[in-house]
């Protein structure tokens, strides 16, 4: 790979990084406000002991695992692309010196 190509490389995965961090963050809020609604349905069910609420529960902590799922595959991405930014800043230092 030239030096031109492993330059703009970084630069794509630079950007890749940025929005997916980005991201995170926002995944990160929902997180929050989604277990928070799961606890909350949770207790109301506890209470209640009526289907509805044992159903609200559910689709509440099945909302909050979904976005838990989906906040470690955005962490997954951003740590191979970590990766491979090492790599590429490894290969322009080695045609560099």
Do not use: F, N, Y
Not at 26 to 47: G, N, T
Not at 52 to 67: G, I, K, L, N, P
């Amino acid at each position: 790979m030239s030096r031109r190509q492993v330059e703009r490389r970084l630069r794509e995965v630079g950007q890749r990084l940025q929005k997916l961090r980005e991201e995170l963050q926002i995944v990160d809020e929902q997180l929050l406000h989604l277990s928070e609604a799961a606890d909350d349905a949770r207790l109301r069910a506890l209470v209640s002991e009526t289907p509805v609420a044992e159903r609200e529960h559910r689709e509440a902590a099945r909302h909050a695992e979904s976005m838990r799922s989906h906040r470690a595959g955005v962490a997954a991405e951003i740590a191979r692309l970590e990766a491979s930014q090492d790599e590429l800043l490894d290969r322009l230092v080695a045609e560099t010196s």
